[in-house]
Structures are given as structure tokens and as C-alpha cells.
């Protein structure tokens, strides 16, 4: 799990900032898209912050699918299994995204992964 992190959330930077600022616009844009295609993942599943070809993009898979099938390159994701959340959040998702976005996303694994 290491998309999460104690004291994690917040913002990226570096490298990382600049692919998400040249290719979302910018920081909330990004985060408004990440947290719409967690919360509307059908079912089980995940949605991941991935490097494709040039760029960064949001997507999101259904139960143990994953991008790297599609050739993609994944830099963190969240769980959005029932599991994950159903104890503290019931079927409150789009507050357990919220709360991962604000308090535990791990933006020094994702910047290494995509420095890698």
C-alpha cells in the first residue's frame, strides 16, 4: 500500500506537479477528475494515476484489472473496493476519497514511480 501514507495528501511537487499542471490544468482540476472517476467506479475496483506515453491520466479499472495491461504505467492508486471504506465510511465513498486525497496520498511514491 504504498499509494498511502501517514501524513500524506496535501500536493505534489517537482516533476510530478508539472505533469499535472501541463496535463489537467492544474492541481483541483486534477483532483476534482481523480476523485469523480474513483467515486464512479461501478462496483469494485480502482482508480489509478498513470503515466501514458507523454502523459498523465486518470483511470480507473473494475475489480483486479489493472492499466499495466493496457500499457500503461501506474503511478498510485486507491482502492475503491466496498472493503476498504464499508467500516468508517458506509457507502460514503466519495468522503473516504476525500480523505485519502486530504490526508494520506503518497505523492513522493507516485513521483518516484514516475521518475523510474
Avoid: C
Avoid at 5 to 32: A, Q, Y
Amino acid at each position: 500500500w504504498n499509494s498511502l501514507r501517514p501524513k500524506g495528501g496535501g500536493k505534489p511537487t517537482g516533476v510530478l506537479m508539472e505533469h499535472i499542471e501541463k496535463d489537467f490544468g492544474g492541481f483541483d482540476s486534477f483532483k476534482t477528475a481523480f476523485a469523480k472517476a474513483a467515486a464512479s467506479q461501478f462496483g469494485s475496483g480502482w482508480a489509478w494515476l498513470v503515466k501514458d506515453g507523454d502523459q498523465l491520466a486518470i483511470v480507473k479499472t473494475g475489480n483486479a484489472n489493472t492499466p499495466i495491461a493496457q500499457g500503461q504505467k501506474p503511478l498510485l492508486t486507491v482502492d475503491v473496493w466496498e472493503h476498504a471504506y464499508y467500516l468508517d465510511y458506509q457507502n460514503r465513498r466519495a468522503d473516504y476519497i476525500a480523505a485519502i486525497m486530504d490526508h494520506l496520498m503518497n505523492w513522493e511514491f507516485a513521483a518516484q514511480n514516475l521518475a523510474a
